[in-house]
Every structure is written in C-alpha cells, then in structure tokens.
C-alpha cells in the first residue's frame, strides 16, 4: 500500500506542473514573438522572466499611461496654437482630443479587467463575451490612435512652421506601437483558444445570395425583437410601421433574446413629435447609463435632416429607429477642402454619378485616388462590419457586397 505521503507529495508535484504549464515564465524576447513589432516590444519591457498575463498587464497599464501623458500634450498644444489661422491644424488637434479621451476610457475598462484576475486565477482566460469586449476596447484605442495620427499628419502639411510631426506625431507613433503590444498580448494570455459562437439558435443565411433577408427567429415578418412598457409600445407603434416580435410586452413570451427600452423620444421635422432635429433628441438622453434599464429610443420619422450629429461618450445604451431607406436622410457637405479633417468628413465615394462625378480635376494629393471595385470592397457591408459573424442575425435586409 503506497503511503498518504508519496500520495500528498505526487498529487502536489501534479498541481505545480499543471499551473506552471498555464503560467509559463518567459523572457521578453519569447513573449515578443507574437507581437506585431518585435523590437519595439522587447525594448518596452524589463528583463525579468514572467508569462504573458504578467507582461500584458505592463502593457496594458503602460499604455494608459501613455494615453494620459498624450491628452496632457495634446491639451498643451490646443492652447499654444490658438491663434493659428490654419482650421485643419487646430480641428486635427481637437479630433486627437476627442479620440485620446475615448482611448483612456477603453485603456482603464481594459486594465481593471485584466488586473481583477487574482493570482489565483490569472492564468485562466476570460469569458467569450469579456473577451470579445475588451477585445473591441483594445482594436478601438489602435484605431483611435492611427486616426489621429493620419489627421495630423495631414495637418501637418498646411503648416511649414508647425511642430506637430516632432512635438505631438512622433510620439504617438511609438504610442500605436504599445497598443499593438498590448492588443497582441491580450489575445495571447486571455482570449479562449476556441472561441465559441454565443447566443440561440440563429437561422442561417440564404447561400448563394449577396442580399440577405432571412430573419432570425424572433424577427419572423420583419418584426422587431424590442420589449417596452404598453405605453412606449403605444407611442412605437402609432409611428411605426414594423410590428414588434411577440413577447414585446413586459412578461408575454420573452426567452431572454428580447432588446428591452427604457424611454422612448420621437423626432419629426413637422412638429408633432418630441423633437424637431436629431441633436436635440441626442443631448435629451440620460448620461452615463449602465443599461440595466434598457435602451433609450430615439424614433425618427420621415425627412432630410441636415445636420451633424455626435453622441458624445457619455451618452451610452441609446438606439436609433427610423422609417427606412430613402426615407429617413441624414445629410451634410463637410469636405476636407474646407478645412474639415477627414475624421469629421464624408471622405470616400464609389460609383457617383451626375456633374460632380468627373474625377479629371480632382485634387492630387498624398493618398487621395481614384478607387475601383477592390478598394470599395473594404468599405462593403461583408469588408467593414464583418457581416457574416452577426448582421444577419438581427434579420435586417442589407447588401453584403457592391451594389451594381
């Protein structure tokens, strides 16, 4: 008979190798592998051996740090420049103020998440919905970041005396650098290997067919998954003509894949509704929801409503109806020819049409051409939002591809 303490020794042997097998200890060299930027990575971290949780949370924190320290100088520049006569400088420098905000706030949801993992646990990876989360918060700060730098270094280009390429450019490109280090390491230490599809039983697209109509099975005859109070349904469905799913009611049938809303507000240019213009129905919303409530719904009726509308950060949990395609517009000419960066402009086009389609006398700028069908893919239904993973869930009609 073996004794209770070869058993006690074996079974601890056993632990240790399982948890060191999950947390093995690397150097930055090895870790760095499976960053983007190599060099750049193994000039970030110490020397000292740890996993790969260990250096994406150095990362990850090292990144928000930077994020601060770039509003500082960003906030510093604004200031200075002030009475620069350029618009395109000081609107890139504000569209940069603006997107550095956005990334702080992704940067420190993203850390408290990947810090809250105790020794304990940490080398366990996330849930998939986390993990597809912070996932998104980290692919966001990126883009944030190289939208910055592309409108700064246009900027730059108006402005021979302007320092922007060495005072506030050069910097954030080491800054995109970090936050692909940490968006490589976190895929690597808490992403599941297998990432598995969540939700029900989502009915299948149509093959061999670029527009797809086939509803998910809550949205059978277009109607739409919403549940809301009597009255808001009462106020939906006097506008509406889409029918809400069954179970929309509090209570009646719903299984958990309803959308619930909170309020509800409409616009309409006639004067009948709450509001007259989309900006207004915007800043009504309540701030800073956490969504347990619902959504708050904004319904906009038919017309063309010409303005810029922005939803600022705190405005969360808000949706947007309106009464269709071609029916509800929302329209403006901001254009990068009159100072507008190209952040806050309508920047491509493809197959126009009428006068102001001639592309002889077009401006000959770095970047700016002529694109064809190829190009215009990555700006698709199926290239830009990826389609195939959820649009064809929610049983909305759309396009997947060009339309000829």
Not at 23 to 30: G, R
Not at 110 to 122: G, I, L, M, Q, Y
Request: charged residues 20%; glycine residues 8%; positive net charge.
């Amino acid at each position: 008979m073996e004794s209770p303490i070869f058993i006690l020794i074996t079974l601890s042997f056993f632990l240790q190798s399982v948890l060191a097998s999950s947390q093995t200890l690397s150097n930055s060299s090895t870790i760095c592998k499976t960053t983007p930027d190599p060099k750049y990575c193994k000039s970030v971290f110490p020397h000292s051996q740890g996993n790969v949780q260990q250096y994406g949370r150095f990362s990850i924190r090292k990144s928000l740090s930077q994020s601060r320290k770039f509003i500082r100088t960003v906030d510093r520049y604004i200031k200075r420049n002030a009475h620069l006569s350029q618009p395109a400088v000081i609107r890139a420098l504000q569209d940069c103020r603006f997107l550095a905000g956005l990334t702080m706030d992704y940067l420190l949801t993203s850390f408290e998440t990947v810090n809250d993992t105790s020794a304990k646990t940490s080398f366990k990876p996330l849930s998939f919905p986390k993990a597809d989360d912070i996932q998104t918060l980290l692919s966001a700060a990126l883009t944030n970041e190289q939208t910055c730098l592309e409108g700064l270094t246009t900027a730059a280009s108006y402005s021979a005396t302007w320092t922007v390429r060495t005072g506030v450019a050069l910097p954030l490109v080491n800054d995109t650098k970090l936050l692909g280090v940490s968006l490589a390491l976190f895929t690597k230490g808490w992403v599941p290997k297998k990432k598995k599809r969540a939700g029900f039983a989502w009915a299948q697209p149509r093959s061999g067919s670029s527009t797809h109509t086939k509803p998910f099975r809550l949205f059978r005859n277009g109607a739409l998954p919403l549940k809301m109070t009597e009255k808001t349904k009462a106020v939906y469905e006097s506008l509406s003509r889409r029918k809400l799913a069954d179970g929309d009611s509090n209570g009646d049938g719903d299984d958990g894949s309803m959308v619930l809303i909170s309020d509800i507000v409409t616009v309409s240019q006639d004067g009948t509704g709450n509001f007259t213009n989309i900006t207004a129905a915007v800043a009504a919303a309540p701030n800073n929801t956490d969504g347990s409530a619902g959504f708050f719904l904004i319904y906009v009726t038919a017309g063309i409503y010409e303005e810029y509308i922005s939803i600022a950060k705190n405005k969360r949990y808000m949706m947007m109806i309106g009464d269709g395609i071609n029916q509800t517009v929302v329209t403006g000419n901001r254009s990068v020819v009159d100072g507008w960066t190209t952040f806050n402009s309508a920047t491509f086009e493809y197959n126009n049409t009428g006068p102001g389609s001639n592309t002889t006398n077009r401006v000959t700028w770095p970047g700016y051409h002529v694109i064809n069908s190829t190009d215009a893919a990555n700006f698709t239904v199926t290239g830009l939002f990826i389609e195939a993973d959820w649009i064809w869930k929610t049983g909305v009609p759309y396009t997947s591809g060009l339309i000829s």
